[in-house]
């Protein structure tokens, strides 16, 4: 029933891209000349005729959908601060995939879509075709601030001319080993990041540790199935499950997806990775208890460490991961058409995510900023988190992010992950066979690929 539901929002969905795909926005909104307060002169284009200047003292209530642990809302409340008139409402969501599809229904529906919509990166190519959805931010003055982030963050959110733009960019997500240093020094491992990095820097020789440790502690070495997986799978070279060329499933042809699924099942059979899902209780609490040693995941989930386990401030460290990095995640910030104050909305989000706000961003959620200039900047680079031991926590994701080789996702992405997802529950839960659960994560896979 569930996998029946879930292919009728997937059917859903391509639908929906399928019908509203074409024309652009032809709104031409636009805003005065500002100055945010990383010092950049953000100009507009003029505003159209079909739009009154808007009155200082209208009260203007904005709706912004969030995703995950952001600090949006603390940003957002600064924002009113400084403009009375402005209301920010915000409904945040933990579940990426209900997030989403809470937008594709509004939108399919024609009514219930928020001003302000965070997008994840996952689902780029469910939306960017959908242009007749959402304002054109370039109306706006996007493509005054288009030079201050990463290149290739941008165009994600670009139609392929460069002419209509999605979404404003927050951050990305490189990939580290997060790792409890009592732990570690417990089980005889270098507990600085150089050392725990070279004790784990082969994928087998990961394994081999892992392993080890389960001997000597008792207990696993990672957290858990999903982040382990997706290590490996972010690895990918240019494509993942889908071919760029023509969208077709490759996934069961691509040798790194094999990797991650052998390599997860292998830590499932050994015991080193723990039989906890992510996102739940007991994946926060086994964080702040020692139930493992190992997170690996992006940035961001900096924020989630800090939130689930306060008391072990000073207990963890960041390393690399073997063998190069992956991106996870990272959004933009986009404006539906269902929104009446596109203007204001656009100013707020072109606020939101500048410079001196995405390194406040990163202080407090560890959220990787999108903008390269602070990459150098002595507030981003020289930053101590106390939660991680005092460690230049920036140094460690401005090399990871580094090592990333950026892969193509393709609108069908978190569908088909969520196949593969599901075959390793089955072999961490059941017990299942793992030859078996492969072959029915690629059958599924490749329906879904046909019927989309």
């Known amino acids: 029933m569930k996998k029946a539901k879930n292919l009728a929002v997937t059917l859903a969905a391509v639908l929906l891209v399928g019908s509203l795909a074409g024309c652009g926005g032809s709104n031409n909104a636009g805003n005065n000349a500002a100055k945010d307060n990383s010092g950049n002169t953000a100009k507009s284009s003029d505003a159209p005729a079909t739009e009154k200047a808007a009155d200082p003292a209208e009260k203007i209530e904005l709706s912004f959908w969030t995703l995950g642990n952001v600090n949006y809302e603390d940003l957002a409340k600064e924002y009113t601060k400084q403009h009375p008139n402005i209301t920010i409402k915000i409904q945040n969501t933990g579940d990426q995939t209900a997030h989403h599809n809470n937008l594709t229904t509004a939108l399919s529906a024609g009514s219930g879509a928020p001003d302000i919509f965070q997008l994840e990166i996952g689902f780029m190519e469910r939306f960017i075709s959908a242009q007749d959805k959402f304002y054109n931010l370039n109306d706006y003055g996007a493509k005054d601030i288009q030079a201050n982030y990463l290149d290739w963050k941008w165009k994600q959110a670009s139609s392929k001319d460069g002419s209509f733009q999605l979404g404003l960019p927050t951050d990305i997500g490189p990939t580290v080993v997060y790792y409890r240093t009592d732990l570690a ?43 382990t997986y ?223």
């Open 185 to 227: 020094k417990a089980a005889g491992l270098p507990d600085d990041p150089d050392g725990f990095g070279k004790a784990i820097d082969t994928w087998d020789k990961f394994a081999t540790v892992a392993k080890a440790y389960k001997d000597k502690i008792g207990k696993p070495f990672v957290d858990l199935t999903d982040l």
């Open 230 to 452: 997706n290590a490996l799978r972010d690895q990918s070279a240019d494509e993942i499950y889908f071919s760029k060329a023509d969208g077709s499933f490759i996934g069961d042809k691509n040798p790194q997806v094999k990797k991650a699924y052998d390599f997860t099942v292998k830590g499932i059979q050994e015991g080193w990775i723990s039989n906890v899902m992510l996102w739940s209780p007991e994946w926060g609490q086994g964080m702040s208890d020692g139930l493992f040693a190992v997170v690996m995941g992006p940035a961001w989930m900096a924020g989630n460490i800090k939130s689930n386990a306060p008391d072990s401030s000073g207990k963890w460290k960041i390393a690399q991961l073997p063998e190069g990095a992956g991106n996870w995640g990272g959004s933009f910030i986009t404006l539906p058409k269902e929104g009446k104050h596109p203007k204001e909305a656009y100013d707020f989000i072109q606020w939101m995510v500048n410079k001196d706000n995405q390194l406040e961003s990163f202080k407090t959620k560890g959220l990787m900023p999108s903008i390269p200039a602070l990459y150098e900047d002595p507030a981003f680079k020289d930053f101590k988190d106390d939660f991680f031991g005092g460690q230049q926590t920036a140094v460690e994701f401005g090399k990871s992010a580094n090592r990333v080789k950026p892969v193509y996702y393709g609108p069908l992405h978190d569908q088909t992950d969520t196949f593969f997802k599901n075959a390793l529950k089955n072999v961490l839960e059941k017990k299942a066979d793992p030859a078996k659960e492969w072959d029915e994560a690629v059958k599924q896979a490749k329906t879904l690929a046909e019927r989309g």
